[in-house]
């Protein structure tokens, strides 16, 4: 039922800022917890950050804390991560992932399993 499509990867030197977008198609993403996750060569898809369907409980991984900040805006379809402060251990593809909301409460999911839909993926590289 949703289509999402990430944008804003790209190459970044250490220390500079991205911020992704990935843009939903649907009448039912307001109701959506979202979260993004990154694949490194080698390594397997792990959660970066996540968020509840209203953007009021959010989770991020502890090697991105203080420096990348997911957010939402419901209105537009759309979610982002704004990235700063980059770092090399920070490249990989990332995905923005949907999940149908669970009426039981305003969570977020921190496990690939747990959502519905990706995107397709953007690639992100920073340079030392």
């Known amino acids: 039922q949703v289509q999402l499509v990430e944008s804003g990867g790209g190459l970044v030197q250490a220390g500079g800022s991205l911020r992704l977008s990935c843009a939903a198609s649907g009448r039912t993403f307001s109701s959506y917890a979202m979260g993004w996750f990154r694949q490194a060569p080698g390594k397997e898809r792990a959660i970066v950050a996540a968020?509840?369907?209203?953007?009021?409980?959010?989770y991020y991984v502890d090697s991105v804390k203080g420096r990348f900040t997911i957010s939402r805006d419901n209105a537009k379809n759309t979610v982002y991560l704004q990235m700063n402060s980059l770092k090399p251990e920070d490249t990989g593809v990332y995905y923005c992932?949907?999940?149908?909301?669970?009426?039981?409460?305003?969570?977020?999911?921190?496990?690939?399993?747990?959502?519905?839909?990706w995107g397709q993926g953007t690639q992100v590289t920073v340079s030392s």
């Open positions: 968020i509840s369907w209203s953007g009021t409980n959010t």
């Open positions: 992932a949907a999940r149908a909301y669970d009426y039981g409460g305003d969570y977020y999911y921190t496990g690939s399993s747990l959502y519905d839909y």
